[in-house]
């Protein structure tokens, strides 16, 4: 019963607040453990201020920010989120899921599907799992044959974390914040 109120309240004040990287690190603070999520969609909105177009998100540049997850406990082992990152002086936003086959995952970065996105204003998410489809301010972006069989939600994350062994030649450098980034973000229940 402590740890069923102990997760109520984590969960009821990370439902809206206001995340922050700082430049060198690649964990959104506060960083709260990924939780148990009931519901088959993960509806929440986001805001950035102007700091996330000043250039590339990530040093090295190339990497982005993976927004709230939902999949089993590790979301690498199946599960869906949705991508934001820097390109030629604009923010992007698309849908991204992760497929396990023969042991090892597959990511689906879906950039075809990527939305422009502008400083200060409220954008809607709902990421579905039965099957998989994001929509994105009230539009359908994409819907998917794959279903996931979800139990947790993971908080947001930026660039590499430089544990990822399934690539071929062994583990690979972490990848951090090139300065300190904030997003807002209000999860709704359904």
């Not at 604009?90 to 075809?112: A, D, K, S």
């Not at 062994?165 to 951090?176: D, H, Q």
Request: one cysteine or more; hydrophobic letters at 40%.
């Amino acid at each position: 019963m402590r740890k069923l109120i102990f997760i109520l309240l984590l969960f009821m004040t990370a439902c809206r607040g206001i995340y922050t990287v700082h430049q060198g690190e690649n964990i959104f603070r506060p960083q709260y453990p990924a939780i148990p999520w009931a519901s088959p969609e993960l509806h929440y909105q986001f805001k950035l201020d102007s700091a996330w177009w000043v250039g590339p998100l990530t040093d090295p540049p190339g990497w982005g920010f993976k927004g709230l997850a939902l999949g089993t406990y590790n979301y690498h082992f199946g599960g869906l989120n949705s991508a934001i990152g820097y390109d030629d002086g604009q923010l992007y936003w698309w849908p991204r899921y992760y497929e396990i086959t023969n042991g090892t995952y597959r990511l689906h970065e879906m950039t075809e599907c990527r939305i422009s996105l502008r400083p200060g204003i409220w954008y809607d998410v709902r990421i579905n799992t039965h099957p998989c489809s994001w929509n994105f301010n009230g539009n359908l972006v994409v819907l998917t044959n794959f279903t996931l069989p979800h139990s947790w939600m993971a908080w947001p994350f930026l660039g590499r974390s430089g544990h990822d062994n399934n690539y071929p030649g062994g583990p690979i450098p972490g990848v951090f914040a090139a300065r300190d980034l904030k997003i807002e973000i209000r999860i709704f229940w359904n």
